[in-house]
């Protein structure tokens, strides 16, 4: 039986190491080919590894655009071996901020989507970054998705649902 980390049932998100141990029998000498994935994608860095009657396959999980429940899949076909575990996939969403000229830009915000919904919630920062010119008086307005933009799409500890990552320009 093939025992696949982190456990069954977990989240995977892109980037995590996923470690399949399965017991290797005498005559499985030259695996052939051997592929993981998840929900269909290649896993990325893949490295085998045989001691002592166990095969060991590390890998990293790939980046998914949806979230949800995927099955992961261990392949020996030389051998007409496959398991599979099924797993939960959440993304995570960061807002970066630019203080777009300025000083005091606070530090980057994320937030986790659950395995059904591909976004999430959070408080934009309170923070207020400065800006000083010669002659001029800067006004902090708030944050928007554009480095031009003459309005704020979200003020100081709005609420901001995010369906992907993003940069924020004061």
């Known amino acids: ?25 005498t005559n499985m000498t030259d695996l ?20 002592t009657g166990v095969l060991v396959v590390k890998c990293k999980a790939p980046a998914k655009t949806t979230v949800g429940e995927f099955d992961v899949v261990v392949s020996i076909p030389k051998f007409n071996k496959s398991y599979t575990v099924k797993y939960g996939y959440k993304n995570t969403h960061t807002v970066s901020y630019n203080a777009n000229g300025g000083t005091g830009a606070p530090s980057a915000q994320s937030c986790v989507t659950s395995t059904t919904v591909n976004s999430c919630t959070l408080s934009i920062s309170n923070a207020t970054p400065s800006r000083s010119g010669s002659g001029f008086t800067y006004v902090f307005a708030g944050w928007s998705t554009s480095a031009s933009a003459d309005t704020a ?13 993003v940069t924020l320009y004061a």
């Open 32 to 51: 052939g080919d051997i592929t993981v994935t998840v929900g269909g994608t290649a896993c990325t860095d893949m490295t085998t590894s045989t001691a």
């Open 1 to 25: 039986k093939a025992t696949i980390s982190p456990a069954s049932q977990d989240t995977l998100a892109a980037g995590t190491d996923i470690t399949i141990t399965t017991p290797l029998y």
């Open 153 to 165: 799409t979200y003020t100081s500890g709005s609420s901001a649902s995010l369906s992907s990552s």
